[in-house]
């Protein structure tokens, strides 16, 4: 597609449940960030992806999140044992990438999560 | 890492009055700085971004930014204010040797007609 696809849009789980959220980049975008925003917060780093490695995860908050991007291109975030704190928006970005620092992050709609 | 720090959650203008969000960075080596707007329950849009070929940044509908290495700032402005600007601004930040980028808090932008 032209943009940076997310889906669902929005999910709704219950506590201690398990969900994943997809994130289908910008074709060629080697680049990939999740991101998450909870009300009237600026985007808050999860994780960055360069390729199929993530290049640094140092904004996961604990263990029970994880992602994944296992062919350098889409990725999947994954939380287990969902609490309430972890509702807010999970945005998702891609960018170039490599040689082209300077080049901005493209973002998609996000998917509202909802704990209850 | 590298960082940005917006002042002010919220600033409200006037119809027609100067806009100025500010922002500043930390960052060990030459920055890339970015401006994003939020619309309400819209994704985040790139306004104008800094990437060493000039200083003063000229973005969409109507907003510069400056960039000032003495003062590591890089302030958001436009000289008259329009309703339809009322949005979330975010700062961004990114370096040359950590791709990752990372955003300030955010500024709510009022409108007053």
């Known amino acids: 597609g032209a943009g940076v696809s997310q889906t669902p849009s929005n999910k709704v789980t219950e506590k201690g449940k398990y969900v994943e959220l997809r994130c289908d980049p910008i074709?060629?975008?080697?680049?990939l960030y999740w991101y998450r925003q909870s009300l009237g917060q600026g985007p808050e780093f999860l994780i960055y992806?360069?390729?199929?490695?993530?290049?640094?995860d140092s904004g996961l908050p604990n263990d029970r999140f994880f992602a994944v991007r296992p062919e350098g291109s889409v990725s999947t975030l994954k939380i287990q044992r969902t609490e309430r704190g972890d509702s807010a928006v999970y945005l998702c970005?891609?960018?170039?990438?490599?040689?082209?620092?300077?080049?901005?992050?493209?973002f998609g709609q996000g998917t509202r999560l909802t704990v209850v | 890492a590298q960082s940005v720090t917006q002042l002010g959650s919220h600033v409200s203008v006037s119809e027609g009055a100067l806009v100025l969000l500010r922002c500043n960075y930390s960052?060990?080596?030459?920055?890339?700085l970015f401006w994003y707007v939020q619309y309400p329950n819209q994704g985040l849009q790139l306004l104008l971004k800094?990437?060493?070929?000039?200083?003063l940044v000229k973005g969409i509908n109507g907003f510069e930014a400056e960039f000032k290495k003495s003062e590591t700032s890089f302030h958001l402005t436009k000289p008259s204010a329009h309703m339809s600007d009322a949005a979330e601004y975010f700062c961004?930040?990114?370096?040359?040797?950590?791709?990752?980028?990372?955003f300030g808090a955010g500024t709510r932008l009022t409108v007053k007609p």
């Open positions: 970005a891609s960018s170039p990438g490599g040689a082209l620092m300077n080049t901005e992050a493209f």
């Open positions: 074709s060629g975008h080697t680049a």
């Open positions: 992806f360069q390729g199929t490695g993530a290049a640094d």
């Open positions: 960052s060990s080596v030459p920055p890339y």
């Open positions: 800094y990437t060493s070929a000039a200083t």
């Open positions: 961004a930040v990114r370096t040359d040797n950590n791709n990752d980028m990372r």
